[in-house]
């Protein structure tokens, strides 16, 4: 009898057992994801914009297909790129395979919980740089351009090369219209000793760009004047490098670049390129 006693309380407690090791393991399922996102969500903070891996904006031809058919959708690139950087080797040089599901806004409200303003910080960074991307900034076929950013530049100094340039398929002055890529206000315009006749427009989500080298105005542009994507700026020239009028002391082209502004450093220069790049698909 005892036997048979013990052998059915044994039967009993099996299932209980089994329910107490499920909720252990899920217990630590649970406290494992918590503390991933957590790691995670540390990689958004205001230190990643001065970091030249950050800077240098490097997006991988997939990652740049995703971007482009996420922006389709509806979805800020902006955003987007927020919640996988964390989850990419060299900037955005990866992209996850979830990156085109429902996770992204799980991500999202996990980051928004556990790092509310380092995601935001982050957020509006990138939105500075692809939320007001409407149009490539030369109209015309041939338009040559390929990853300077950094290189040495040595008038007026040794420096690192702040944008992109793009060179048409004949060196010739005058031709090709300038546009804006965004809408936005004109912060500066003129002569530049460097940039020759220049115009820099800040976007609305607080990006700066900054067209270089032109031939000459498309009207009288004033500081404050609001522009379209889409409107001509000006024509690509060779403008530049001397006092106002100079120019052919280098091939024409159109210099690009483009600026955030942060914290420590405020405004510093972002790579152009990978941008342009999107800006083709559009």
């Known amino acids: 009898m005892c036997l048979a006693v013990k052998g059915k309380n044994h039967v009993k407690k099996v299932p209980e057992v089994i329910l107490f090791l499920t909720f252990l393991v899920t217990i630590s399922i649970w406290f494992s994801a918590c503390l991933y996102q957590r790691q995670a969500a540390l990689q958004l903070s205001a230190d990643v914009l001065e970091n030249a891996v950050f800077r240098k904006m490097y997006i991988s031809e997939r990652t740049l ?41 799980t991500w999202r409200w996990a980051f928004l919980r556990s790092n509310p303003d380092g ?32 290189f040495e530049r040595t008038y007026g100094g040794l420096r690192g ?42 976007s609305e989500s607080g990006g700066y760009f900054y067209y270089a080298h032109l031939d000459s105005y498309a009207r009288d542009f004033t500081v404050g004047e609001s522009v379209y994507a889409g409107d001509c700026l000006g024509l690509m020239g060779d403008s530049g490098y001397g006092t106002e009028g100079t120019r052919g002391q280098f091939p ?31």
């Not at 990419?88 to 996770?103: I, N, R, V, Y």
């Not at 060179?167 to 460097?194: A, F, H, R």
């Not at 024409?252 to 220069?269: A, D, F, P, R, W």
Request: glycine share 10%; with cysteine.
């Open 65 to 105: 297909e995703k971007l482009y058919e996420q922006a389709a959708d509806g979805i800020a690139p902006g955003e987007w790129l927020t919640v996988i950087y964390p989850f990419c080797s060299q900037g955005f040089a990866s992209c996850p395979k979830w990156a085109d599901s429902d996770e992204i806004d």
């Open 119 to 150: 995601y935001r910080v982050i957020s509006a960074a990138l939105a500075a740089i692809w939320d007001d991307i409407k149009c490539f900034p030369v109209l015309g076929e041939g338009i040559f351009f390929e990853n300077t950013w950094m």
């Open 161 to 202: 090369h702040e944008g992109t340039d793009l060179l048409p398929p004949d060196n010739v002055t005058g031709i090709y219209p300038v546009v804006s890529m965004t809408d936005g206000v004109i912060e500066k315009i003129g002569w530049l000793e460097q940039g020759g006749y220049r115009i820099g427009i800040r």
């Open 252 to 282: 024409v082209h159109l210099h690009l670049g483009i600026y955030i502004q942060t914290k420590q450093s405020g405004e510093l220069s972002i790579n152009p390129y990978w941008v342009l790049r999107y800006a083709q698909f559009l």
